[in-house]
């Protein structure tokens, strides 16, 4: 599979991953109007991914001209949660003194880190996942989207699932739907397909009833936002799964580079949460489903404790948390 995010004849080339499973296809970014707008609606989407695009926005803004870090500002806030995405940003804007091919320089490289980061952390976990849980093949839980698609290359929380596949020790992998976007219905569902990983869908409320009925080993999530306690910002509904896996005794695994963990925020409570708009719950496939005047909620993210959590694992193995 092509990177996620890329650099293309001087534009930003993502999979449009809004049009996933029906149609897979590449959009070609070339200003920064265009890249805010990817970012906003998910066609590129998932913290490490954002990560590689916002280095590539200040690349495109730094080719063009005119108030490079004015535009760089816009691509950072384009969406607040992930700290990848300005951590991305602030990379490359440190390189603007050196003129647009320096920047472009560090750009690629934020890119040719992913892979070989995303897949030594999914090593280091596979190792915690099989210490807690066996050496046998193994029924796994997922939730949203952490795989290739998510990063520029491999995938962190999925990407555990092909260290074990691989290695024949996934029995199976469950697969949240991941409401109201549907990312684990549309991709990571379609990611396990085409690997050829046994799944099956569910909806987000199945979970807790799964784990009741012993049919969850492990729980595998990617992260947003990791802060120095080792709290956790991911996709809306992993604190229910958690709550739900401590109850049930089962591990629940987060697994992200060592860029997603923001040393500046003591806990999760200082983390920005992200809030969608109304329509995601109240339209569906273009119909109202709601009643007209309906008030929504409609977080895009939520905050799991550490305490709740077996293991944050980065490149670096598992991530002790600081005080």
């Known amino acids: 599979m ?3 995010v890329d650099w293309v004849d001087g534009a930003v080339e993502i999979i449009d991953q809004v049009a996933l499973p029906g149609q ?5 970014l070339r200003t920064v109007d265009e890249l805010v707008d990817a970012i906003r609606r ?5 913290a490490p991914a954002l990560g590689g695009a916002g280095a590539l926005g200040v690349a495109l803004a730094a080719f063009a001209g005119g108030d490079v870090r ?8 384009a969406r607040p949660t992930a700290v990848n995405l300005s951590w991305g940003v602030a990379r490359a804007l440190a390189k603007l003194d050196g003129g647009p091919e320096a920047v472009l320089a560090e750009a690629l490289a934020v890119l040719d880190e992913d892979e070989r980061l995303n897949r030594a952390a999914s090593a280091h976990a596979a190792e915690v996942v099989l210490e807690a849980c066996g ?12 795989g290739h698609l998510a990063t520029v290359a491999w995938g962190t929380a999925l990407g555990v699932v092909w260290q074990l596949h691989e290695r024949g020790l996934v029995e199976s992998v469950l697969v949240d739907e991941t409401r109201p976007l549907l990312q684990g219905a549309r991709l990571t569902a379609w990611e396990l397909a085409q690997a050829g990983v046994p799944y099956r869908i569910q909806p987000d409320g199945a979970a807790a009833a799964a784990m009741a009925r012993g049919l969850v080993d492990c729980v595998l999530v990617g992260a947003d936002r990791i802060t120095a306690n080792g709290d956790v910002a991911n996709k809306i509904g992993t604190y229910g799964l958690a709550i739900a896996a401590a109850h049930h005794g089962v591990p629940f695994v ?7 963990v923001d040393e500046s925020l003591a806990t999760g409570a200082d983390i920005v949460i992200e809030e969608r708009a109304a329509g995601e719950l109240t339209d569906f496939g273009g119909t109202r489903v709601a009643p007209e005047g309906a008030e929504v909620f409609n977080p895009a993210f939520d905050v799991t404790p550490a305490a709740l959590i077996t293991a944050v694992v980065t490149e670096h193995g598992v991530r002790v948390p600081t005080a």
């Open 2 to 4: 092509h990177r996620t």
């Open 24 to 28: 897979y296809r590449r959009l070609s």
């Open 42 to 46: 998910l066609a590129v989407r998932g």
């Open 70 to 77: 004015a535009e760089a500002a816009r691509v950072a806030g």
């Open 135 to 146: 050496r046998r093949p193994l029924r796994l839980l997922s939730h949203c989207n952490a």
């Open 254 to 260: 987060v697994v992200a580079p060592s860029s997603t």
